[in-house]
């Protein structure tokens, strides 16, 4: 991210004179990668669907899976997205304070989705279910685990934007670069609501 | 409510997440509290519509596709037609094999009915085949077929065999029965000895119906046959002396003899015919040595066949007497003895109901069987008129007594006061695949029970220790009778406490090799529930485990 305003502020805006499309680049970029997380997240999420209650061993996912929790912490990551909008819209009006305050409630929640995930793992190991135990073990795991890693690097990046707001102060200019992060967070918020229902939900219908 | 390319009010986001947060609470409603009138179809399907339509909310209004360039929703889209076209691909390429194959489906459904057994009911029909240890037909239905005695009600006069052999599926199953008959030898045996032989055990036809009846002990037999087939099939692991290899493979010469003259259970010369015809699985204790391994069906051999090499093992090795009064095991005897559908596990049952079997003359030896205290032998006791059949064992013209019929000699133990039912019927669906039906487990791979757990009761804090190996599952190197177990016992915290301390008796108390420890007192539910909720890991039960004083 440079800070040189002259190019790349808003990349594909001003300097766009090489380029086919007036689109930002880096914005392109992000839909053409999260096309590619939903083939990723389709076969992960479809392996787990192909496994499902094949497990030969216990424990099986109704032994284990706590849908109050769960609903919580999904409610915690869709409100997160929510803090998203709120902040991506704050730095259009080039209201920073607003900006840093939701860009920091963002990364608090999503931290606080992932705490729920350790607790849920560390239980689900102490409950039998390992990584190498069954298959539901197995699929679970990897699907959750992936996502969370998601989660993960996604407030990372946040907390990044947040504190790069600190060293050269951003105005409205920037959005763009908060509008990519924005549409990460987003994505990483649908994943979950198929997770929820496909692996949560439906093993109690 | 757009305001310009990106004016958009934060109004419509609050609406969003105030509709996105309901709708998960619906979702989690409708799971949680499912409507009355609302079938299960009914709930996913309103489960998979209302997660599709946050799904396009987000999409829609927090990545602003509602109005941003149309080239950005083309290429998520275009992601989604593929991603979404290869998850159907796969669920599709997988499942649509299983819905064709509803057997493999019904595997998948019977194991999983097994651990959920804290959830819900067993299947009828799975509960059935746990109680008759594998053998083909529930218990009931063996309780409903005739008898040895009645064979003659249901089976084909002998004449008709002589010409038009009518082809059974029963004795397909039971192997060629009739190759005595035909005279043709079966040198070769196969190289896997099928374990249940006569699944469906409407007895094969008898080749002769009665005519066994009295007749003066006759030592005689064919001594050039039973030397043939001990030669081919026996003698590479009983060794051509009988001596056998001791701690691996059992001695025949002397031992043959003395389980011939055993009096108990069975008789000791029904249990030879049935370890031929059936095999043997399981600890045997012979000369002071024990033996744990599996003694493969041969019902494959003909009635001659293995009434001879019976004999042989009784009275044909070189230096070996035959014993007083012996009278040789004939092929009608074999012959009448098939189709009980017998397992090798329930072989040593009978076993062990022989009682003391006598030492042999010379060395200096050790009853083979165990007590009759753990006589009540696991599952057949609770299920089975046992008080039926008055078991004429020792003459030889009914030869077949049932395994069940004979266990009402056995009297109860010491300390059965727990659900020995229960307990056998959750060790066989959750345990015997790995430490195997008897309890012994497999030297390097499961390590055993019988034996090892009542060793680990016997411990100061063995008995609480048993119930975390249950509840909370055990992970790393553990070393039992000098066998080193690197691998992972799960945690079946799923089973009620009823189960578990059931299973955990069973272990104890309900192998027929082992038996209960002195002064044995069952583990009853309320400790089991006691011990719950504690969150150990497997890890830490492991070094539970490495805490206990062990012999």
């Given amino acids: 991210m440079s800070a040189a305003p002259a190019t790349a502020v808003v990349p594909g805006m001003e300097s766009g004179h090489y380029r086919s499309s007036k689109l930002p680049d880096i914005k392109l970029l992000m839909w053409v990668f999260l096309a590619s997380d939903v083939m990723f997240f389709g076969s992960l999420i479809g392996t787990y669907l192909v496994y499902k209650d094949r497990s030969l061993v216990g424990p099986y996912p109704a032994d284990v899976l706590d849908i109050p929790l769960t609903t919580v912490s999904t409610f915690v990551l869709l409100m997160s997205s929510f803090l998203m909008v709120l902040a991506l819209h704050a730095l259009r009006q080039d209201q920073i304070r607003q900006f840093r305050l939701w860009t920091f ?74 509008e990519v992060a924005g549409l990460y967070w987003h994505f990483v918020d649908i994943v979950w609501i198929v997770i929820f229902t496909v692996v949560y939900l439906v093993e109690f219908v | 409510m757009a305001h310009g390319k990106h004016g958009g009010g934060v109004g419509i986001y609050v609406i969003v997440a105030l509709v996105l947060g309901a709708i998960t609470y619906v979702e989690f409603a409708i799971v949680e509290w499912p409507p009355a009138f609302m079938s299960s179809g009914w709930v996913l399907f309103w489960l998979i519509a209302l997660s599709l339509v946050k799904f396009f909310l987000v999409i829609w209004f927090f990545m602003h596709l509602k109005d941003d360039d149309k080239l950005y929703t083309g290429f998520f889209s275009s992601g989604m037609v593929i991603g979404m076209g290869t998850f159907v691909a796969l669920v599709f390429m997988f499942l649509l094999p299983r819905a064709v194959a509803p057997v493999i489906a ?101 080749s002769e119906p009665a005519p066994i009846l009295a007749r003066d002990a006759d030592p005689t037999f064919d001594r050039a046959l039973g030397a043939q087939v001990y030669a081919a099939n026996c003698a590479a692991c ?88 012996f009278d040789a095991i004939r092929p009608e005897e074999v012959a009448a003895s098939r189709g009980q559908g017998l397992t090798a596990t329930q072989v040593l049952e009978l076993r062990a109901q022989l009682g003391d079997i006598p030492p042999p003359a010379a060395a200096a030896p050790e009853p083979s069987a165990e007590p009759a205290t753990e006589a009540p032998a696991t599952e057949a006791t609770d299920t089975e008129p046992a008080t039926e059949a008055p078991a004429t064992e020792a003459t030889d013209t009914e030869p077949a007594t049932e395994a069940p019929a004979t ?19 959750v060790y066989a669906a959750s345990c015997a695949a790995c430490h195997q039906l008897t309890g012994a487990g497999l030297p390097g791979v499961f390590p055993p029970l019988a034996g090892h757990a009542a060793d680990l009761y016997a411990v100061e804090g063995g008995r609480a220790f048993l119930i975390d190996v249950m509840l909370y599952g055990l992970q790393g190197a553990i070393t039992v009778d000098g066998f080193t177990y690197n691998g992972l016992m799960p945690a079946w915290a799923h089973l009620t406490d009823a189960q578990v301390s059931a299973v955990l008796n069973h272990t104890l108390a309900g192998f027929p090799s082992a038996p209960a420890p002195d002064g044995f007192d069952a583990i009853r539910p309320e400790e089991v529930a006691a011990q719950r909720g504690r969150g150990l890991t497997s890890a830490q039960v492991l070094e539970l485990r490495q805490a206990l004083e062990l012999p």
Wanted: charged letters at 15%; proline letters at 8%; glycine letters at 14%.
């Fill in chain 1, 105 to 178: 409630g963002v990364a608090f929640f999503g931290a606080i989705f992932l705490g729920f995930q350790v607790y849920e793992f560390a239980h689900f190991v102490d409950l039998g279910l390992t990584l190498q135990g069954n298959l539901f073990g197995t699929t679970f795991y990897v699907l959750t685990g992936t996502h969370g890693v998601h989660v993960t690097i996604g407030v990372i990046w946040l907390l990044s934007i947040l504190i790069h707001s600190y060293v050269k102060p951003w105005t409205s200019k920037d959005e763009v670069y908060l």
């Fill in chain 2, 106 to 206: 019904d595997v998948g459904e019977a194991r999983h009915a097994g651990g959920y057994a804290a959830h819900g009911e067993l299947p009828a029909d799975v509960l059935a085949n746990i109680a008759t240890d594998g053998a083909s037909r529930p218990r009931a239905q063996q309780a409903g077929t005739p008898r040895p005695a009645d064979r003659t009600l249901v089976v084909t006069p002998p004449a008709a065999r002589t010409d038009g052999f009518e082809v059974r599926l029963d004795d397909l199953w039971a192997g060629p029965a009739s190759v005595a008959e035909t005279g043709i030898a079966d040198p070769e045996p196969p190289a896997v000895a099928a374990e249940e032989p006569a699944p469906e055990a409407e007895p094969a036809a008898p």
């Fill in chain 2, 238 to 325: 009983h060794q051509a002396s009988g001596a056998g290899l001791p701690g691996v493979f059992p001695p025949l010469a002397g031992h043959g003899g003395d389980l011939y003259r055993a009096e108990g259970g069975i008789g000791g010369r029904q249990y030879l015919v049935d370890v031929m015809l059936y095999g043997l699985q399981g600890a045997i204790t012979v000369g002071g040595a024990t033996y744990n391994g599996l003694m493969p069906a041969w019902a494959q051999l003909g009635d001659e066949q293995i009434a001879a090499v019976i004999n042989h093992t009784v009275a044909g090795f070189d230096g070996v007497d035959a014993p007083d009064g």
């Fill in chain 2, 407 to 425: 266990e009402a000699a056995a009297p109860a133990g010491p300390d059965p006061t727990y659900d020995r039912a229960l307990g056998t019927e």
